[in-house]
T-cell receptor
């Protein structure tokens, strides 16, 4: 299993550009989430999904869109990049079944918006 | 929404000593509390977790305690080793949906 994969690893954007951060998992997990991590801060939830076709907002959803057309993929779209969106983005997939839970994170995407 | 506070922000201990990191949460509906370890430049990794129907859980040198009444939970690391040096995050979740993270504790274990 590849686990959770993210592409690209690093990206530089100009203000106003749009882009999509890709996330895929091959563990058939129901739940997937996107977080951003800024220096000296914990992870903040952007959007999450509890299954294909179902998404919801997290703490900091403004400026981001998501969709979940398949169980495996959960792309994050930046509509019009701003310098405030410079951050490290982590995708995670997780499951909860019969008192067994776990959450796996992808390797992260480092985004710089100029 | 849920608010998770974590203390201390930095913790320095001598190798072999114990380390304790504390978190509080605000939403009494939260029922799942994981702890993550993040090494520099790496992804967070789950090290231990606890459900709200359990007061304590232990895995070798790592233990987590939960006080639902006071709405706080703690990570205990015994016999610390230099490889325990990392940033540790606590989190709280309701029914494994949204996860709210603390701001992190940078643990430094001095040889």
């Amino acid at each position: 299993n590849a686990g959770v994969t993210q592409t690209p690893k690093f990206q530089v954007l100009k203000t106003g550009q749009s882009m999509t951060l890709q996330c895929a998992q091959d563990m058939n997990h129901e739940y997937m989430s996107w977080y951003r991590q800024d220096p000296g801060m914990g992870l903040r939830l952007i959007h999450y999904s509890v299954g294909a076709g179902i998404t919801d907002q997290g703490e900091v959803p403004n400026g981001y869109n998501v969709s979940r057309s398949t169980t495996e993929d959960f792309p994050l779209r930046l509509l019009s990049a701003a310098p405030s969106q410079t951050s490290v983005y982590f995708c995670a997939s997780s499951y909860s079944h019969r008192d067994q839970e776990t959450q796996y994170f992808g390797p992260g995407t480092r985004l710089l918006v100029l | 929404g849920e608010n998770v506070e974590q203390h201390p922000s930095t913790l320095s201990v001598q190798e072999g000593d114990s380390a304790v990191i504390k978190c509080t949460y605000s939403d009494s509906a939260s029922n799942y509390f994981p702890w993550y370890k993040q090494e520099l430049g790496k992804r967070p990794q789950l090290i231990i977790d606890i459900r709200s129907n359990v007061g304590e859980k232990k895995d070798q040198r790592i233990a987590v305690t939960l006080n639902k009444t006071a709405k706080h939970f703690s990570l205990h690391i015994t016999e610390t080793q230099p490889e325990d040096s990392a940033v540790y995050f606590c989190a709280a979740s309701i029914n494994f949906n949204k996860f709210y993270f603390g701001s992190g504790t940078k643990l430094n274990v001095k040889p």
